[in-house]
């Protein structure tokens, strides 16, 4: 695997990310973190996968580095968790396979008369369906373990200094 293949993935991953946090209005400073956390993330799921790991599983060791970078980062910048980790996490939305999902819905449904072609056209739908629920599921539970397992912590990031640890 090459560095710059890895680069260009975290590159495109982070603009990505500009556009999509720049659609929710959050402040400036917080679009230097976004584009970060979508580079690292997207950059380690394609690490992982390209090691063999399944795209359910790189997208939540991904989508954990983001939750904790955006705990980590936010109460720097001041700035929600979500407003970071949100426009992060949606350049690793599986849309390829939710296409392929659509596609087969829309092809089994003018194939119904044809029992092979029916069954073949069901196998992609629940194939390309349970690919896209699981990358989509994983993303969401890594991101927000970080809430869960510090939550104090978690909701003070806006807050004053003086108040985090009382």
Do not use: W
């Not at 349970?130 to 969401?140: E, G, W």
């Amino acid at each position: 695997m090459m560095l710059p293949e890895i680069l260009s993935d975290g590159f495109f991953a982070a603009v990505a990310a500009i556009g999509f946090g720049a659609i929710s209005d959050p402040p400036m400073r917080a679009f230097p973190v976004i584009a970060l956390l979508a580079a690292v993330g997207h950059a380690l799921r394609f690490v992982l996968m390209q090691g063999g790991m399944d795209i359910a599983s790189a997208s939540l060791c991904a989508s954990v580095v983001i939750g904790v970078g955006s705990l980590l980062l936010g109460g720097r910048i001041r700035c929600p968790m979500t407003v970071l980790f949100i426009p992060a996490l949606l350049p690793m939305i599986p849309g390829m396979y939710a296409y392929k999902t659509v596609f087969a819905m829309i092809m089994f449904m003018q194939h119904l008369g044809d029992a092979a072609a029916s069954g073949l056209y069901l196998q992609e739908i629940l194939r390309n369906g349970f690919v896209t629920f699981c990358v989509i599921f994983m993303l969401a539970a890594g991101a927000a373990a970080p809430i869960f397992l510090f939550n104090k912590r978690a909701h003070s990031l806006t807050r004053n200094k003086k108040h985090i640890f009382e």
